[in-house]
């Protein structure tokens, strides 16, 4: 267990939709990082926040945004969802700002029918 | 962000000490090195982060020779359970303060055989 929690752990829904994932970090840690996995993708780095401040995106998409919350909490929104944004979406935390040290959480399964 | 190469897979036995070596000639001086371990559906797992020479944990032996080009991972007596997928990755902690994306590339797929 790595002390990040993420929910739900599934998710299904249609093409157009809109969904939100939630995020709880690690106890003390300020970053937290986004991601999404699809297999035939790999592991592509979303977005990154700092103690409630975007710090660096990634490969996110302009119908998905996030946000970090003042008790550290992250949220990932997905909207007008397409069936190629099926994956897993996971959520990571660190003890420093843009550090390689990281702890991921369990995943988020979004399956878009 | 440095390149790195990986074996796409290696097989082992139970039992044995496994060495997987990551490439990465471009290698920055302000660059660390990370390791990995992901299983089917779950996130990746921290294994290990150095800089140079050794570094060992409960868990795995970092080696990184003086020009640290390469580094190789080193699991003690493998289980079946540590078949999985182990990711290098090369960069610096965000010394500005500015944050740096990671790049996981495709990873070494271990498999332990009985």
């Known amino acids: 267990d790595s002390g990040v929690t993420q929910t739900p752990k599934h998710l299904i829904t249609a093409t157009g939709q809109r969904v939100t994932l939630r995020c709880s970090p690690r106890s003390g840690d300020l970053s937290v990082y986004w991601y999404q996995q699809s297999l035939d993708q790999g592991l592509q780095f979303l977005i990154q926040y700092y103690n409630g401040e975007e710090r660096a995106k990634g490969n996110i998409l302009e119908r998905f945004s996030a946000q970090q919350f003042p008790d550290l909490h992250s949220e990932l929104n997905l909207s007008s969802l397409e069936l190629g944004d099926s994956a897993l979406y996971f959520c990571?935390?660190?003890?420093?700002?843009?550090?390689?040290?990281?702890?991921f959480g369990p995943g988020t399964r979004l399956t878009v029918t | 962000l440095a390149k790195t190469t990986q074996p796409i897979s290696m097989d082992s036995y139970e039992g044995q000490e496994v060495n997987i070596t990551c490439s990465h000639n471009?290698?920055?001086?302000?660059?660390?090195i990370t390791w990995y371990q992901q299983f089917p559906s779950q996130g990746p797992r921290f294994i290990i982060q150095g800089y140079k020479t050794k570094v060992t944990n409960e868990v795995a032996s970092l080696f990184i020779p003086a020009d640290r080009k390469s580094s190789t991972l080193s699991l003690p007596r493998v289980s079946l359970s540590d078949t999985a997928v182990y990711y290098c990755?090369?960069?610096?902690?965000?010394?500005?303060?500015?944050?740096?994306?990671?790049?996981f590339g495709s990873g070494t797929q271990l498999t332990v055989l009985p």
């Open positions: 990571a935390s660190s003890p420093r700002m843009g550090s390689y040290e990281q702890y």
């Open positions: 990755l090369v960069g610096d902690i965000a010394v500005s303060g500015s944050a740096r994306q990671l790049t």
């Open positions: 471009n290698i920055a001086t302000n660059d660390y």
